[in-house]
């Protein structure tokens, strides 16, 4: 017997709608790519939204057609991202910082008809177009007083080009799991595989990222997301904000901390989000200037491991609340957020960071286990750390075509390639990269606990940690420290330093000094790269 | 092309998992039927649950069978609502209100095999037993100590009859829109149509209903809610609750002010929940008491319109924010809360108690509409009032077994039998009933507007407006009066009084005297009884 409620599909586009007749005339305020603040309303942005709908439809874009931006976040981006919903077309938003062969293969991949450019990056197009046989236009986001001339013959001005449509246009309906949106996570091996969002997933998912202790938007919230809507679905803020009638501050292209301190200021931004780097450019830009944050009411800082000074410094220095969030592309992207429960509220100082610094728990609809490598549930206790694994309306069930296979076990969830630990509370900490994490004698030793650790020395600048082979035990840790200039600390002191500290099975069984460890372009250390180069190295006897 | 995100159904216990997961120390606690404060946690809830979907999937109880419960809101009645939704049975709550015949009819209407029913209301089935032929069980929610000598001899205490499940069942899992849950409207005339609740309805209605800004609830607060489960789906309370893992105050059978106040003060409830009745007992004990209320946050009054006065008590003399919101048990109850968005933040005094005696503003993913009686939209101005329609996931298309026909206007929306006006930022405000409206040459006149404002007079005690047939306009109002003891004021005071405080079209055609005015058994005025005693009435030449 099935209920009798009304067959109402969890669409996209009801979000701006929603925004639209609830909260018309609520600022989406942008710094646009050409320069200045722009200011428009969520009943604009709908109503334009529409016409990028019929513009599109104009064309003969259809449902299911990849459609791809490659841009910063405006106004203009998220209409772009709406009208492509309407017609139940597949916004795919590519991150700009790939490598070009990269974004060439994926294009190709999503077989991408059309894509919308910021300025920023039209040179990029032009140099690549011929490696973009799928694409047939090419949107340039800007007017025709900025459009600069280009060698693409298939390129035209946005707003002209919106110009073409009168509004009088429906969005179209459909099933609520057609696919709304795609993203490629850009594994460190093999080629970037797509996550393909529905438009169920993104409804589901920004009512449970809204919930409160959660990201928490409410119509009296002024949210920032510096997160460009190019990484992991945009952390679903696209969605979120408008459904809250939360004020939308987009920053466009300018990170760095002068300018996003101007517009937390000038614009009274109350909840902001982005990753680690962004913050710690903004807190160097405070110090040196010795502004503050008043208005400022929390920060979500996801994307990399939140470090524990930065929480520090953000909730005592200046009172701004710290969310520490944890998700993946695979995710929609949230997995948990680190907000207090009665059970942590009365907690102060370190005991209270302690807290903070895991990455939290979920909100409903996020189901989380951790196992051991043959799938055995591992208990909740805050330390037996495994393979974390997670099941849900919006997380993958698989890749765009397939790639990559069955990533599913056999109850339904996905492994996140995270190794955690989970304590009685379900407060969930992030231990290492299953990759990465050091298998001795059957137990597993996380090299993140052990290179948090090492740094702690005072003369040690940078600590690595990767599993070598060994005879007796399969891997046992090699720490590699780079010392801090003028310094050269000894191995027995970095050992003095850590012993008592971790247990003494985890204690390292030898310390090589490097005057540099590799990176990857985001600052992540490339613990590849260092097992490759220690690949013969072997443990004193 | 869909997406590819995993199949993970909208399932209600779902929420009950995730309490018990993640909040499941959090208390869950009941003023029991028998007397004593009982205390649980949603582990425990969440055990005992699936001990009740165990027990009942042992007596045969399957997918689709209808369970009833006639029962007060504590820790049982919730474990039974659970237990019920494990197996994909349904719940179908009673309202102990009802005439025995109302009872009666729902309970063969809907075809109810079992019944879960408190001590308080035992004998009411004993009374009855003969007219519900299809009951084949009745669990009594209480032990075998207080278990009374009944002459049902079906009927066994549940403690015991839970006892003999050992827990060692899973969930059943279904389609998300199986139904779930069942509620009968006590409509004015004709028989109680049920309304048929899915899974799918009531867990997205509970992720709406927790938005910031709505319920809102998180895991810091403490939520009594005062409203019965059998109340219009029990406000969805019972899900959005343990979804949010707040604590949860389970009032049990005692409403009066001293109770309810006892139950507020002790368990240091944060968000409460109830119809204005309740508000004004608890006020009552409040100003006879000497009492203040300073761990409560937010009320949340709905139900029936929320007097001015009392907003106005809440607000500036306990320092309590009010949540007036508005639903129908055809709506898994919520339509709107009036919250203050960013357009009506600052206002303070009379300015803001407008506002807040509005019934509000509506979450993502319910659509409203004001239209005239030909189905023509009317515009949202805070004045232009007509028939308010409602489309959504979780409002009504159809009563159970079709009773009622077809529900739905040609676009998919709901009548809601209300008649209101809609600002410009969306705040909703019932006018009156549409079966109450005048409809005067035309133009419609709020019966519910002259009655506030009769009552104003000084020497009324009670004011009812009804329309009564015209030769010219159709239908004009006429006013009933029934004055305060000891006075006798003329149609020409009262008359004087109302001039100028509304449109003159819309003033009385006559005002007649009454010593009493006709009430339903919860206090709202009888206008049909009204309309038939004025039925011959006819206004002076």
Known sequence: MLGLMQDWPLLCHRVIDHAATYHGKREVISRSVEGPIHRTNYAEVRARSLKVAQRLDMMGMKLGDRIATLAWNTWRHLEAWYGILGIGAIYHTINPRLFPEQIAYIVNHAEDRMIFVDLTFLPLIEKMAAHFPTLEHVIVLTDAAHMPATTLKNAV???EWLAEADGDFAWKSFDENTAAGMCYTSGTTGNPKGVVYSHRSNVIHSLVANQ?????????????????????????????????????????????????????????????AAVPTVWLMLLQYLEQSGKTLPKLERVIIGGAACPRAMIKVFEEVYGVDVLHAWGMTEMSPLGTVCSLKPEYSGLKGDAKLDVLSKQGHPPFSVEMKITDDLGTELPWDGKTFGRLKVRGPAIAKAYFKGEGGEILDEDGFFDTGDVAHIDEFGYMQITDRAKDVIKSGGEWISTIDLENLAVGHPDVAEAAVIGVAHPKWDERPLLVIVAKEGRAPTKEEILGFMEGKVAKWWMPDEVVFVPEIPHTATGKIQKMTLRERFADFRFPE
Chains 1, 2 share one sequence.
Do not use: C, R
């Not at 202790?213 to 190019?230: A, K, Q, Y």
């Open 157 to 159: 001005p946005y707003e």
């Open 212 to 272: 409160p202790g959660m990201v928490g938007l409410s119509p009296s919230d002024v949210i920032m997301p510096v997160v460009p809507l190019f990484h992991a679905n945009g952390w679903s803020l696209a969605f979120s904000a408008p459904m809250a009638g939360a004020t939308l501050m987009m920053p466009g292209a300018k990170m760095d901390g002068a300018s996003i301190y101007e517009l937390l200021d000038t614009e009274k931004v109350t909840v902001t």
